[in-house]
């Protein structure tokens, strides 16, 4: 659906630009009032649970339409990669609602609200910024410099703290299941040390070892929070609800983030709903500038929902069987291990499942320099599965895999269909760059035209930290020379 920009008397580009965001974010408030007004009429668990995911997520796109506004009238230092960043996620927000009203089979309940072009106006806007940006697969600058292998947006005092031993002691608040720390759940600490927090300083949350059996959401409101566990194999938190419990993929998360610049360091979040219940959310991250360091995700289908925004994962753990790390964020794993475990009979396992849904999007998901493998109760039973790296979720699904050791599990093919059709085949982007072990090979991969074995540095420098999540080039690995940029 095109506007005539003649009729706006846009005098640039830019101007065109904030009329379509303008148009997009008044649509988005019509969706909204439209929601509230479904909300009231809600009477089964499924509508109620869609809805309440539905209300956040609308709400979470007009915070983004907002404050991408805000940046661009006010002129603070923002980029237009920014912008596309934030439009990407308030795009991703509406897609999502449609899917969680899939999910629960209540779609005709949730038509209203999503019937007012709202996506087709955030395309608009993404189109046009895309303009501003260059090109369509557009990558940040690298104007953005790293430090000691964290990006750019990590502040000099965060990162003291990602490496301080003795950060327990820095905390602001101690959660301790024996009693010993100011609260016993962590849902309450952070509440009560966001609530107090003065100006607009990180918040430090220490979680003593033990097992933490609750949901746990940081709200959009939240921003800066910093957990810090006793160590992945120590400090966990789990949950176990899932699809087949009635709860939509969104919404079964153990760990949901909205909040900007979250930080996790030596925890495990898991979903013990089991291989039986369908999806299961281990942890769920819309959290824009956010890192994951030495941090586990257990879980079987959908463990690590990556849903928007800019998404760092340093030296973590992540187990799972099916589409086990989603979503349309833009994301870097490195130097992660990424364990696949055994399925139910019959399931082939799948690692990641991207969702991009519009080309302009500047999402994706990369692998680099990590490990994928078989989890120790794949290992004895191997031959009796199939195991892809990734199928197309969405249409301009993208996923990159660079350096990382591929065991030899990994069918040869390399990646899977979405569910036996042809679905994306053309419009998905996926690529593997110098990977080594016995699955690596690319002799016999897919023919699609979308999958790419890239031997070209530039194309992969395109999907490094410094380009895809805009604030870190990449860490030289041990032993493996590096050329700048990648």
């Given at each position: 659906m095109g506007h005539n920009p003649g009729r706006y008397d846009a005098k640039s580009e830019e101007d065109f630009r904030t009329m379509t965001i303008v148009a997009a974010l008044e649509r988005a408030v019509e969706?909204?009032?439209?929601?509230?007004?479904?909300?009231?009429?809600?009477?089964?668990?499924?509508?109620?649970?869609?809805?309440?995911d539905c209300n956040n997520l609308i709400d979470n796109t007009i915070l983004q339409l907002n404050s991408t506004l805000q940046s661009i009238q006010t002129n603070q230092s923002y980029t237009n990669f920014d912008v596309q960043t934030w439009l990407s996620t308030a795009l991703t927000n509406i897609e999502i609602c449609q899917s969680g009203s899939r999910d629960l089979n209540v779609t005709k309940f949730n038509s209203p609200i999503l019937s007012g072009n709202v996506s087709e106006l955030i395309s608009n806007s993404l189109a046009t910024n895309g303009a501003l940006l260059g090109n369509s697969s557009a990558t940040a600058s690298t104007e953005y410099v790293h430090s000691g292998g964290f990006p750019a947006w990590v502040s000099a005092g965060d990162r003291?703290?990602?490496?301080?031993?003795?950060?327990?002691?820095?905390?602001?608040?101690?959660?301790?299941?024996?009693?010993?720390?100011?609260?016993?759940?962590?849902?309450?600490?952070?509440?009560?040390?966001?609530a107090r927090r003065v100006g607009n300083g990180r918040v430090v949350i220490y979680v003593k070892r033990g097992v933490y059996r609750e949901n746990i959401l940081i709200s959009r409101t939240m921003n800066k929070v910093m957990l810090v566990g006793d160590g992945l194999r120590y400090t966990i938190i789990t949950?176990?609800?899932?699809?087949?419990?009635?709860?939509t993929t969104y919404s079964s998360a153990t760990f949901g983030i909205d909040g900007i610049g979250f930080i996790a360091r030596g925890i495990t979040f898991r979903n013990i709903a089991g291989p039986q219940r369908g999806q299961a959310v281990a942890l769920r991250s819309?959290?824009?500038?956010?890192?994951?360091?030495?941090?586990?995700?257990?879980?079987?289908?959908?463990?690590?929902?990556?849903?928007?925004q800019r998404q760092f994962y340093k030296s973590c753990?992540?187990?799972?069987?099916?589409?086990?790390?989603?979503?349309?964020?833009?994301v870097v794993f490195q130097n992660c291990i990424i364990y696949v475990r055994r399925p139910l009979v019959g399931q082939a396992n799948v690692i990641t499942a991207q969702g991009r849904g519009d080309p302009f999007q500047n999402t994706g998901i990369s692998i680099h320099n990590s490990r994928?493998?078989?989890?120790?109760d794949l290992r004895p039973v191997v031959q009796?599965?199939?195991?892809?790296?990734?199928?197309?979720?969405?249409?301009?699904?993208?996923?990159v895999i660079m350096r990382s050791f591929i065991d030899g599990f990994v069918s040869p093919d390399g990646w899977s269909l979405w569910e036996d059709s042809n679905f994306a085949l053309s419009t998905l982007y996926y690529g593997e760059y110098q990977n080594f072990g016995?699955?690596?090979?690319?002799?016999?991969?897919?023919?699609?035209?979308?999958?790419?074995?890239?031997?070209?540095?530039n194309v992969a420098s395109r999907f490094t930290v410094a380009n895809l999540i805009a604030g870190q080039a990449w860490l030289p690995s041990t032993g493996v020379p590096f050329t700048a940029g990648l």
């Open positions: 969706a909204q009032t439209l929601a509230t007004k479904l909300g009231s009429r809600c009477r089964s668990k499924r509508k109620i649970l869609v809805y309440r003291r703290l990602l490496r301080d031993l003795e950060l327990a002691s820095r905390a602001n608040v101690v959660v301790a299941q024996d009693g010993s720390g100011n609260f016993r759940s962590i849902q309450a600490a952070i509440n009560y040390a966001t949950g176990s609800r899932s699809v087949s419990a009635g709860f819309a959290s824009d500038l956010s890192v994951f360091y030495a941090c586990g995700f257990e879980g079987y289908q959908d463990t690590l929902f990556v849903h928007a753990y992540i187990y799972g069987t099916i589409d086990f790390i989603f979503g349309n964020a833009a994928i493998m078989p989890a120790p009796s599965f199939r195991t892809y790296l990734g199928r197309p979720w969405q249409q301009y699904s993208r996923t016995p699955g690596s090979s690319t002799r016999r991969r897919v023919k699609w035209p979308g999958y790419h074995v890239i031997t070209s540095q």
